[in-house]
Antibody, heavy 118, light 107 residues
Framework: QVQLQESGPGLVKPSETLSLTCIVS????????WSWIRQPPGKGLEWIGD???????NYHPSLKSRVTMSVDTSKNQFSLKLSSMTAADTAVYYC????????????WGQGTLVTVSS | DVQMTQSPSSVSASVGDRVTITCRAS??????LAWYQQKPGKAPKLLIY???SLQSGVPSRFIGSGSGTDFTLTISSLQAEDFATYYC?????????FGQGTKVEMK
């Protein structure tokens, strides 16, 4: 059973860069793409981007200038960096795995709340 | 971007009711549509993939249908554990986009 676990700071200051890591267990990171999705408090889901195990990426156009994703296959983990954080970036951040065929998300991390505040 | 529009935004229903949620895509997405259920404080859970395929372990009362631009999620007989928020998501193109959500509440 694949499990995903996000790790990172719960509090980030405005203008700083958020760094989150997702550790994958129970399966290999190889052969799949991996996603970051966020959800502001009380609001809906927003896809941030995908990274494949080869390192190729797709980012949401509205965040593209601030997002960097990376993958470390040796550690079976992938990461998200989001720069120039503002209060609007306060959200629960999920890492997730899209299925290879239907590309629907069949595995999710539990989510981590990131608050942007001074 | 493909915009996903769900309706209604909320629905009040009782146990045993039939509940229908619709999702409309701004462009044709074939069958590249999934439905998720989310309960408070929890990650979303995949219910339906490829518009009409039931994810393993999901009760058969959840029924997905549609293709192209119009999709439906039907809960044939609402159970107590089904009170939650439901989201559709398209995976036909980047950026992936979600509907705004439909909250199923107790009447």
């Amino acid at each position: 059973q694949v499990q995903l676990q996000e790790s990172g700071p719960g509090l980030v200051k405005p203008s700083e860069t958020l760094s989150l890591t997702c550790i994958v267990s129970g399966g290999s990171i190889n052969g799949y793409s991996w996603s970051w999705i966020r959800q502001p408090p009380g609001k809906g889901l927003e896809w941030i981007g995908d990274i494949s195990y080869t390192g190729s990426t797709n980012y949401h156009p509205s965040l593209k200038s601030r997002v960097t994703m990376s993958v470390d296959t040796s550690k079976n983990q992938f990461s998200l960096k989001l720069s120039s954080m503002t209060a609007a970036d306060t959200a629960v951040y999920y890492c997730a795995r899209p299925d290879k065929v239907a590309i629907s998300i069949d595995y999710w991390g539990q989510g981590t709340l990131v608050t942007v505040s001074s | 971007d493909v915009q996903m529009t769900q309706s209604p935004s909320s629905v009040s229903a009782s146990v045993g009711d039939r509940v229908t949620i619709t999702c409309r895509a701004s462009l044709g997405i074939s069958s590249w549509l999934a439905w998720y259920q989310q309960k408070p404080g929890k990650a979303p859970k995949l219910l339906i993939y490829a518009a009409s395929s039931l994810q393993s372990g999901v009760p058969s009362r959840f029924i997905g249908s549609g293709s192209g631009t119009d999709f439906t999620l039907t809960i044939s007989s609402l159970q107590a554990e089904d009170f939650a928020t439901y989201y559709c998501q398209q995976s036909a193109s980047f950026p992936r986009t979600f509907g705004q959500g439909t909250k199923v509440e107790m009447k």
